[in-house]
């Protein structure tokens, strides 16, 4: 391990207790002065670290940055030893998680050359060019939880729809376990809390250009933990999981639980749907829907029309009734819902 990830992994296990730069030079076998310098990198990441003289140095439980080393903790025992590559700022960790697969991963100090394992996870403090559906930005500051989960399909490819309703299922559940609330999804991949859309999740395919199978399945996961302050197209649309904002420590639980859910779910597809269901944004409601193909606003580009959002259907399609009496099942390639 190197020096760096050790004086992290010491100093997470100790939140708000010191400990001096002696003991964690004896502990690590190390000179003192590789232990200043890993601390001096830690800062430089954005960790929060003080240092006292005589009594060494503390990571508070506050700190804001999202921590390798308490996410690996928190994960179950099978899990601790999966591919995790953690960055300060990146352009996008779908796009990290694909060069990663693809063996094109430019082999930065903070992460590896080659393809990964799978499972693996690319996650980030923030994006620069973080991606939404149809191409759109999907807004990334500073302290939120942005992460990639790369799978190998091992299910019928039929089925792989139900990738990113497992997601959202996985994803509220870990939401509503570690921050005390009670989010729901609107169909089929954002996830809100109090009106306000706090997640979206986009999933993305590598293929296998032999055999024209997908070899792996990128399911991308964006969580508001902190900010506050959106931009002027953003207001009164997006929130935060947490009124507070999250500390490094709950972000990292967080990043853990829901890394654990989506593999679970994803492994063979079962087990999620009667969550997926209970917490629906749209069953019951009246909607309006938009079909066909746009790129920007479906209200702008196309007509919709009135409906009744009735049920969600086994394969995770939208069982709406329309104001003629008509029934129809929507999927995800085919609309786009405007409450």
Known sequence: MAVR??????????????????????????SRAAVCKAVKVLRNEGYEIESV?????????????ISEAAIRNALPLRLRGMDLFVYDIIDSTNLEARRIVLGDNPGSAESA?????????VLARQQTAGRGRLGRGFYSPRDGLYLSVVIRPDFDISRSSLVTVAAAAATSEAIDEICGCSSQIKWVNDIYLNGLKVCGILTEATTDFETGQIDS????????????SFPAE????????SAEGLNGHEKSLLAASIIEKVLLYTKDL??????????????GKEITVYSGTYRKDPTVELGGRK?????????GGLIVQYEDGT?????SGEVSIRV
Do not use: H, K, W
């Not at 050359?113 to 996870?121: D, H, K, T």
């Not at 029934?327 to 999927?331: E, G, H, K, P, S």
């Open 5 to 30: 990830d050790a004086v992290l992994s010491a100093l997470e296990n100790n939140r708000d207790n010191y400990i001096s730069g002696e003991e964690l030079s004896g502990q690590l076998g190390v």
């Open 53 to 65: 003289t005589n009594r060494g140095y503390m990571m508070p439980s506050d700190d804001t940055a």
């Open 113 to 121: 050359c080659g393809p990964a394992r799978c499972p693996a996870v």
């Open 217 to 228: 399945l990128i399911i991308g996961i964006g969580v508001n933990t902190s900010e506050r």
């Open 234 to 241: 953003l207001q009164g649309v997006a929130g935060s999981v």
């Open 270 to 283: 079962s087990g999620f749907m009667d969550s997926y269901r209970s917490r629906s944004l749209l069953i």
């Open 307 to 315: 409906a009744c959002a009735l049920s969600i259907d086994d394969n």
């Open 327 to 331: 029934r129809q099942t929507l999927t």
